[in-house]
């Protein structure tokens, strides 16, 4: 019996994924499974910067169990740019306009509020988001070495995260966002992590797309704050298009 | 985009940061140009690359940051491309080239039959007429003469020195010379306006942007609005969409872009979802090294249906053009005026080491049909232009152009 037992567990470790053990012990090394069953809501207040080009606004982003989220950014000479779903219509209004989200878009952008966070799915959401997991190999970033996997979204194209082969932790995502303005490649870095609660949070994050780079930094992060339900609910525009049927 | 604000710097000797200025542009130019076949073999001849070490010689041994200045609007002249410029503080002691201050008086003047004339006034302005011909700025004669090859840019730099010369600081008082029709001289003192709120764009701030709704023809039936510059996006978008919802019953509407020189690009994307009602619209689209993003268009709720007008002259540049240009590939709008500048590279602006500020473009745009506007303009379905005579009868010929096409255009235009 015995045996039988180690013989299973044999087959187990071998059948086990690679690329699953490397999300698994993200997970591990950023707080633990446990530490995120108890988040149910997430607060996080920042900034975001477009790099070298004199532009900085407000950030703040807010997310809550059940796939409701709102960020919204205020950047000096544009405006507010929306972004939210109420867990049914996920939406955004920018200088474009108000729009509802469909198909693929849809799809990631709940992946995204999900993951808690602002720079990819990442591996949090990896069952409901992911259909495939693959170890590419080792690569070296900004002077480490880094597992590549290949991740591979039930819905939408293939996106390559890079994980810190001796800490753990997630250094580097490369995706690509559908858009109104199509899809755009984007590089997603993190700067830095803080603990946060427990949990070991990305707090700084650069985002390239092109010739732009846009750098996010939180200084405030809470988990289970009181974040009203108001927050989520959809904006008159937002209804009116809801209203209309209009995508 | 752009006026831009310079930083703050007067004559420092070249040293270390000159170089390191250098190497930031030439650096910027070769990773972010959108084609790098463009680059091997510039429009002058040899590459990006063969003009490096010349020109890095150059501002080694350049006496002061002026003097590297001007190296390197040399260098970046190569490329051959607008949406490229060197920005800093100058004296231009030695002009006789009026420099003026950046705020409009309330009227923007124009070379029409070899005149500098008054072509435009802001609402409610009423110490100047059309027509009037200008003479001189706080005694400065106004000069028409620019030291450029005659280039499809001509225009929008012309009309540019022009609204600088006449220029002047908030709050500033300048006296005018004018020739009356009839031959009367007048001076005319004018107050620059204060700012007016107006929020720019990263590095492009303090200007007043003009802009304007009124309701135009014999039964004020046709909806105007004039914007002079893409920018104050937090004011001037939802101004719009007021102007559309008043217009809802309008037979028509016009926006004119007459030496709108550009700003925040999306901003012709917003406004074009105004006048479109099917998704997947786009005005162009925008290519970046490794990126294409589309000018997408999202159509707006209560959206305007009937014809639509736009205006356009040769210093109608940038997101002007790509706003004209893609609403015309779409049939969407009947162009009136003179070809744009030809100067649609959307761009950036960062700050280079020294401090000085450097403008470049890092896509071409392509509009919808395929038509690369940059060099070439936007040519206008109805081409008219000033007179004399006209403006002198207080007639602005473009507008009424555009007010007599839509009232011969009655039905629903086309729209996608």
């Known amino acids: 019996m015995r045996t039988l037992l180690w013989l299973c567990a044999v087959s187990v470790s071998f059948a086990q994924n690679p690329a699953d053990k490397i999300l698994e012990r993200y997970l591990e090394v950023t707080g633990g499974k446990a530490a995120y069953d108890k988040v149910k809501s997430v607060s996080m207040l920042g900034t975001m910067e477009i790099k070298g080009q004199g532009v900085k606004g407000e950030m703040r982003m807010y997310r809550k169990d059940g796939g409701k989220y709102y960020t919204v950014v205020d950047l000096p000479g544009i405006g507010k740019q929306e972004d939210g779903s109420d867990g049914l219509t996920v939406w955004d209004k920018t200088v474009l306009g108000p729009r509802l989200k469909t198909g693929v878009e849809k799809f990631l952008a709940t992946c995204a509020a999900g993951a808690l966070s602002e720079y990819g799915r990442g591996p949090l959401e990896k069952d409901n988001c992911y259909s495939k997991a693959e170890l590419v190999g080792e690569e070296t970033f900004e002077g480490r070495t880094v597992y590549k996997l290949r991740m591979t979204p039930k819905e939408g194209k293939p996106e390559e995260q890079y994980y810190d082969k001796e800490t753990g932790l997630l250094v580097k995502t490369r995706m690509i966002m559908p858009s109104p303005m199509g899809e755009v490649p984007i590089v997603a870095v993190v700067n830095e992590y803080r603990v946060i609660e427990g949990i070991k949070t990305p707090v700084k994050l650069t985002n390239e797309m092109g010739a732009v780079s846009m750098v996010m930094n939180f200084t405030s992060v809470k988990f289970n704050d009181s974040v009203p339900e108001t927050m989520f609910a959809l904006p008159p525009e937002i209804q009116a298009l809801v209203k209309a049927g209009k995508k | ?416």
């Open chain 2, 1 to 416: 985009m752009i006026r831009i604000l310079a930083a703050l710097l007067v004559s420092l000797a070249a040293h270390p940061q000159q170089l390191e200025t250098f190497d930031a542009v030439w650096k910027t130019v070769a990773d972010k140009h959108w084609n790098p076949k463009h680059l091997e073999s510039l429009p002058g001849g040899g590459s990006w690359e063969s003009l490096r070490e010349p020109y890095r010689q150059r501002v080694q041994a350049a006496a002061n940051q002026s003097e590297v200045r001007t190296i390197l609007r040399e260098m970046i002249s190569k490329i051959g491309k607008s949406h490229y410029a060197i920005a800093g503080l100058e004296m231009k002691g030695n002009s006789a080239m009026r420099q003026g201050g950046g705020t409009s008086p309330g009227f923007r003047v124009g070379l029409v039959e070899g005149r500098v004339v008054v072509t435009g006034l802001n609402p409610k302005f009423t110490q100047v007429a059309l027509g009037w011909e200008l003479k001189a700025v706080d005694g400065t004669p106004i000069l028409t003469k620019i030291e450029v090859a005659e280039t499809l840019q001509t225009g929008l730099r012309l009309h540019q020195m022009l609204q600088n010369q006449i220029s002047g600081f908030a709050g500033e008082s300048l006296s005018y010379d004018f020739v009356l029709p009839g031959g009367l001289k007048k001076k005319v003192t004018l107050k620059m306006p204060e700012r007016d709120g107006s929020s720019g764009f990263g590095f492009v701030q303090g200007v007043n942007v003009q802009r304007e709704f009124a309701l135009l023809g014999k039964n004020k039936d046709v909806g105007y609005f004039r914007l002079d510059m893409f920018l104050d996006v937090v004011r001037v978008l939802p101004q719009f969409e007021q102007a559309i919802q008043t217009c809802a019953k309008c037979k028509g509407f016009i926006i004119d872009l007459r030496g709108n020189p550009g700003g925040v690009a999306v901003m012709a994307n917003a406004m074009a979802g105004w006048f479109v009602k099917d998704a997947g619209v786009k005005l162009g689209t925008m290519y970046q090294r490794g990126v294409d993003l589309d000018f997408a268009v999202i159509p707006r709720l209560n959206g305007f249906g009937g014809p639509l007008a736009v205006l356009v002259d040769s210093a109608s540049a940038s997101t002007s053009e790509i706003l004209a240009g893609g609403l015309q590939d779409l049939k969407r709008a009947c162009i009136f005026g003179a070809r744009t500048a030809g100067a649609a590279l959307p761009s950036v602006i960062e700050t280079l080491p020294n401090g000085d500020l450097f403008q470049f473009a890092v896509a071409n745009y392509v509009s919808e049909s395929g038509r690369e506007l940059e060099g070439v303009g936007v040519k206008p379905d109805l081409e008219v232009a000033h007179t004399r005579a006209a403006l002198r009868a207080q007639r602005d010929l473009p507008i009424e152009a555009a007010i007599n096409w839509v009232y011969a255009n009655p039905s629903v235009a086309l729209r996608r």
